[in-house]
């Protein structure tokens, strides 16, 4: 439940793919390593290093509560959701512990506001392995499990193979996993 990389300054208005464009190109660029990748959700582009869960197949954990995975996507999405949900609980916990974050009418610059960011980042973190405040952590699973389900939202040649090779990639992971699972 840490951050490892936080690009702060965007307006909330902002859509993830024009964020994640800009990580991936700025000079303190995210970088993703061969053979590695992040869960993004529906948002994002499915790319290398970025995978997305698959569209129009279950995906919330609620969803799967009477019926298990029915083949490798639902059970993708499922260990995807699962997954995606420790990110959600890292960011509640921040917001938890550092209310400032959350206020919907802050009265600092931008650039205030992305320093604040920055620094309750780094005390979260460093708070997580010294004092993780157990009390928060049970608040946002509790809030978590309440939560209803939400919709979660270029003709490039390298754009196309670059998805391409991100379905490969998914799609590989997926088998796999089913492989797993059935056996």
């Known amino acids: ?37 992040y869960l993004v959700d529906a948002g994002f582009m499915l790319r290398r290093g970025l995978l997305t869960p698959y569209r129009n197949v279950r995906y919330h954990l609620k969803e799967y509560s009477s019926q298990q995975p029915q083949n490798f ?45 920055l620094a309750c980042c780094i005390l979260h973190n460093f708070l997580m392995e010294f004092d993780p405040d157990l009390e928060y952590i049970n608040e946002v699973d509790e809030e978590l499990a309440n939560q209803s389900p939400s919709e979660e939202e270029s003709g490039d040649i390298s754009a196309e193979k670059d998805h ?19 056996l």
């Open 164 to 182: 391409a090779q991100g379905e490969s990639l998914r799609n590989e992971i997926a088998m796999q996993m089913w492989n797993d699972y059935i």
């Open 73 to 117: 996507r639902e059970l993708f999405n499922l260990r995807h959701s699962s997954l995606r949900n420790a990110i959600e609980r890292a960011f509640g916990v921040l917001k938890k512990r550092f209310p400032i974050i959350g206020d919907t009418q802050p009265t600092y610059s931008v650039e205030t506001q992305s320093q604040i960011v």
């Open 1 to 37: 439940m840490r951050f490892t990389y936080v690009l702060p300054g965007w307006e909330g208005t902002a859509s993830d793919s024009r964020i994640i464009k800009n990580a991936l190109t700025r000079e303190d660029k995210l970088i993703i390593p061969n053979g590695k990748y």
